[in-house]
């Protein structure tokens, strides 16, 4: 090669090989900060969803105490009510008078034994196997618990009652002229019109002394039994009454977490009761039966949370205390206690939450996802359950 042409070439690779090594150089800069933008636009956004997830959770937090502080200013309020009071006084009285009051002989008490056993086994156990996979609802055993004075109630108010199940508190006096009709008569509508409007399951109220179910306005078969020594005296209603039974202070509150309940075929409620006095006399305890739907419908809003964003409530059995919106088969409430063993929502944030902590991080949710988790500890009238909010991370 002549020397113009190796000049030539020397001074071409001294211009190239610089500005290839400036370029190469300038991309690799560039490329790093791009990432490092990247980086710290996703952490950006990933503390604003924190910050969004961790103000949701709070907002939950106080909707729901406040509801369940809510009822709780009821239930000491309707206790005291003096209409309540007397009307306490009147069931106790003339509970046991019924049939006598009815004249009932003795045809008219085979009749309605009877008649009761057939509504026990006719209507309310083909209604109780549909909810619970067929399941015997052992009927018979429950009807062999139930006193005279009960069986005369439960014939009149349930099994003669032409309003059809479910709709059984339509009916405000039987056309036994007793006592106790007319008492109902007069009491009836107003506690109601008072369970409708605040959206209670039933409203109970109970002899203090013999935990007779004197009045319900619900009229299921719960309705004039015992919670000392009646069938559903082990149930969460049962240790209602009787630890309310035993308080000495007028404005006082039992709460009982939801757990199935055989008389609504084992759907999950929960009881708050509250003792009824005349002075110093304690004479009855008030009881109202929370469903899950209010709670359900403050939990359900999803703004913020995305398409696959949740909030969600779990008691201190790992299981839920409203629907889960992602996996409604397993973990609604209703079907998680009916399946404990695929109900369960065990995640570490529901047991930080349930041991007292509050905080937001990165974690597998009950379905297995990684979900960012926003978990704080409700105090439920004493209990405590686990508030979650949740989002799939990066969603």
């Known amino acids: 090669m002549r020397i113009r042409g190796r000049l030539l070439l020397s001074f071409v690779a001294v211009g190239v ?30 503390e604003v969803t924190s910050s969004s997830l961790d103000a949701i959770a709070t907002l939950k937090k106080s909707q729901v105490e406040d509801y369940f502080s809510g009822i709780e200013s009821q239930a000491i309020t309707f206790s005291n009510n003096p209409m309540v009071v007397q009307a306490m006084h009147g069931f106790n009285d003339h509970f046991g008078r019924f049939a006598t009051e ?6 008219r008490w085979a009749s309605a034994r009877k008649s ?11 209604e109780y196997a549909r909810h619970n996979d067929g399941r ?38 039987t056309e036994n002229e007793t006592t106790y009709d007319a008492l109902h008569e007069q009491v009836h509508p107003s506690v109601r019109q008072f369970l409708d409007k605040n959206g209670y399951s039933d409203i109970f109220l109970v002899d203090d ?19 000392l020594d009646g069938p559903f005296a082990g149930s969460n209603f049962g240790k209602c009454f009787q630890k309310a039974a035993g308080e000495e202070d007028k404005n006082a509150t039992v709460f009982v977490d939801f757990q199935p309940y ?28 929370i469903p899950v739907d209010r709670v359900n419908a ?31 088969d397993h973990r609604s409430v209703v079907n998680a206690f009916r399946h404990a063993s695929t ?14 902590e509050m905080g937001v991080h990165t974690v597998k949710n009950y379905l297995g996802n990684e979900v960012l988790s926003a978990y704080a500890p409700l105090n439920i009238l004493g209990t405590r359950w686990a508030l979650i909010a949740e989002i799939e991370s990066r969603e």
């Open 116 to 126: 009761l056993d057939s509504y026990y086994g006719d209507v309310f156990q083909p």
């Open 136 to 173: 015997d609802g052992q009927v018979e055993a429950k009807l062999e618990q139930l006193s005279d004075e009960t069986i005369a109630l439960q014939s009149a108010y349930i099994q003669d009652n032409s309003n059809g199940l479910g709709s059984k508190h339509l009916l405000d006096r």
């Open 17 to 46: 090989i610089p500005m290839a090594l400036l370029a190469a150089v300038s991309y690799y800069q560039m490329a790093r900060s791009a990432s490092a933008l990247r980086d710290a636009s996703l952490a950006a956004v990933d």
């Open 102 to 107: 009815a004249q009932w002989d003795d045809e």
């Open 298 to 328: 403050m939990l359900a809003e999803r703004a913020g949370l995305g398409a696959k964003g949740e909030t969600y409530l779990v008691g201190p059995d790992a299981l839920p205390r409203s629907d889960s919106l992602l996996d409604a």
């Open 209 to 227: 002394e013999t935990g007779r179910i004197v009045y319900s306005v619900l009229k299921n078969l719960d309705f004039g039994t015992s919670l």
């Open 262 to 289: 055989w008389p609504c075929h084992e759907t999950p409620v929960a009881f708050i009761a509250s003792p009824i006095f005349d002075g110093a006399q304690r004479i009855g305890v008030a009881i109202f039966q």
């Open 343 to 356: 109900g369960k929502m065990d995640t570490d944030s529901v047991r930080a939450a349930l041991a007292g």
